[in-house]
Structures are given as structure tokens and as C-alpha cells.
């Protein structure tokens, strides 16, 4: 899953002259639906909701594959590869203080100051990039609305993992973000001259749909409905570093000086929350024995 979405950043930017981001969301969106759907059927696991859950899943995945999905490609476009992975790497933080505030976990000061930390290691990347002439600060905050509503998704998602299975419930929830990504990206798409898109485009493509767009997600959704919301979304803090790598090796392009050091500052907001929500499930585990 990491190395899937970290390498994602770099194949869109790749894939761009190409091909514009809105052809690439909806034709990843139908390469998809086309691939889990078969994969279902012959898991035979079985496409259907209880009625009482249709909203649910359908603003599940209004959120995540349809505004989500726009927000990150837009953002995309208008930063860097490495400062878009840094930024969307505070999804973790921002789901747990959401899963708190709906009941899902313990809410603990600790994990609130190293959320805080986090958050100013994502101001300095987003103002060191722009001062370095890399990224855009308009792009680094909408990339920063796309992982708050990736928080939500993830969120919404997790109480549905306990009546189905992940990708069944992956695979229904595509079809609330059918609609958005079907206006955002139809127009793209027909007036796409395939014809310019070379061999190394349409690996990346396959990259963008199929590792990340199917592999990277029904493995996430596995994490989200065995560990929890919070729990799974850390992993997520390996993807900035994967991403930058990826960027340096396929691209050439570094972080500004100071950019590292709100990396620095990312990561150890995000490790002090991870410790803080583990000690404190230990001592609740300890109190309840």
C-alpha cells in the first residue's frame, strides 16, 4: 500500500502532459469499478447493502472517490510531487482527532500536542515550498482539503467494516462517486488524443488505476476494518518519504532545505501521537483486567 501511493505522486505528474487530470480520474475510476467488480463475483461476495445502509456507503463514496479524488488531482497539478505526499500525510492526525470526537477512540492531550507538531511541520512545508519556488501554496492547501476529506471518508467508513467485507463494500461505495467524477471528467476525456500517450504514460497509468486505484485501497480498507481508523491511516506516514524518493529517482526534484525540517517536524508530531494513543490503550486495557 505505501509503495503504491508513494510512487502514485510521481506517476501522475508523469502521466500530465499527456493526459489532464480530470480524463485520468474518471478513467481510473472506470478501470476500477470494471476490475473489483469481476474480483467480487468470483470471491463470491455478494454486491449488496441492507437498505439502511445505502446512504451510508453511497456518502462514503461521494467523499472519498469523488471530492477526495478531485481535491487531490487539482492539488496534484499545482505543487510538487514530494510536498503533495508530505501534506496529505497528516491525514492520520486529522483522523484521529475525528474518530474522538465521534466516540470511535479515547481522546488524550498527548496525541492532541503531537497532532499540533504535525500540523506545524505542514505549515513550514507548505510555506518553504513556496518561498523555494517548488509547490504552490494554492495547490499545498487544497492537497490539505483533500486529506481532511479523506479523514472523513475513513471515518464514515469504518462502522460499515463490521456488517461487510472490505471490498465488496469498496466496490458499492464506488457508486456514490460515479456521478462527480462522471462531470468532472467526461469533458477530459473526449477531447484526451490518445494517440500521444507513449508506452511509459500508459505504465503509468496502470500504476495510478491498478496498484494504487484497486491493490493500495482493498488493502487499506483490510487495515481500516482490523485496526481501526486511526490505526490504519498511520501507515500512511511512510507514503511522504516513498514519495520524495520516488520524486528524486524518476524526476530529479528535491525538497528545499527548510522543507526538510518541517518533514522532521511531520514525522515526530505523528510518532508522539502514535506512542501517546498506544500507551494510553495500554493503560485502558490494564484498567479494564
Known sequence: MVLCWGFNFVAVKVLQPMMSVEAIALLR?????????PICWARKEPLRWERRDMWHILGVGFASMGVYMILFLEGLERTSAA??????????????????????????????????????????????????????????????ASSVMWSVATVMMRPLLARYKPVPLFTMSLLGGFPVMLVYGLPAVLRTDFSGVTQLGWVMFSQISVLSGVVAFVCFYEGLRQIGAAGATLYQFFVPPTAALAAWLVMGK????????????????????????????????????
Request: a positive charge; charged letters at 5%; hydrophobic letters at 65%.
Open 83 to 144: 510536498e503533495g505526499a508530505i501534506v496529505l500525510a497528516t491525514a492520520p492526525i486529522m483522523t484521529y482527532l475525528l474518530s474522538c470526537a465521534l466516540g470511535q477512540e479515547v481522546f488524550r492531550l498527548p496525541a492532541l500536542a503531537g497532532a499540533l507538531v504535525a500540523f506545524v511541520g505542514v505549515t513550514i512545508v507548505i510555506l518553504g515550498g513556496a518561498a523555494a519556488g517548488h509547490g504552490s501554496l494554492l495547490g499545498n492547501l487544497i492537497v490539505l
Open 254 to 289: 528535491a525538497l528545499a532545505p527548510v522543507q526538510f525540517i518541517g518533514l522532521v517536524v511531520v514525522l515526530a508530531g505523528v510518532i508522539y501521537s502514535t506512542r501517546a494513543r498506544a500507551v494510553a490503550a495500554r493503560r485502558l486495557a490494564a484498567e479494564g483486567s
Open 29 to 37: 475510476f472506470l478501470v476500477m469499478a470494471s476490475l473489483l467488480v
